[in-house]
């Protein structure tokens, strides 16, 4: 009998001190966290990022320096509507359809253009000029102008009717 009780006497102080032993150490366990990366955002005023800003924020500004156009449906003219913004469409491109060559005299609702320019130019260029029936970038890279391949049959508003605002 007393075997028995040193042996469950024993076993109570192994289980005791194991509890002592736990309670000292305590748990520890660890969180292991995967690094994160972290993000510079550059300044917006960072001339090195100007062309990926442009991308990113503005798109390219369409202004008409004499007469009236159709850009994407809208009408721009020399002194109506300002400049025509192209948001960036998220490629390495901007795309725009431009009608030109229109008569200035012809006043009636939907006419046939002389010129429709299916253009398109690399989205960092923040502004473009259409003059003389082309467009153009300001430093003499881009241009895309109306020619004998760019006749078209289309019938669409007219810039100079009054009404169309």
């Not at 003389?132 to 881009?142: A, E, F, P, T």
Request: proline letters at 6%.
């Amino acid at each position: 009998m007393r075997f028995v009780e040193l042996s469950i006497w024993a076993q109570f102080a192994i289980s005791v001190s194991g509890l002592a032993i736990f309670k000292t150490l305590g748990v520890r366990s660890t969180i292991v966290r995967a690094p994160v990366p972290t993000l510079a955002i550059p300044r917006p005023d960072d001339p090195a990022l100007e062309g990926h800003m442009n991308r990113l924020n503005k798109g390219t500004n369409i202004h008409v320096s004499r007469g009236c156009i159709l850009i994407n449906g809208s009408k721009r003219c020399e002194t109506f509507g300002g400049p025509y913004n192209v948001m960036y469409q998220g490629l390495s491109e901007n795309k725009a359809t431009i009608y030109a060559e229109f008569d200035g005299d012809e006043t009636p609702s939907q006419v046939k253009p002389g010129c429709k320019l299916t253009a398109s130019w690399d989205a960092e260029y923040s502004d473009l000029d259409f003059n003389n029936n082309c467009l153009k970038d300001r430093s003499g890279k881009y241009s895309k102008c109306c020619d004998d391949t760019t006749t078209t049959d289309d019938l669409v508003n007219n810039p100079y009717d009054p009404t169309l605002a």
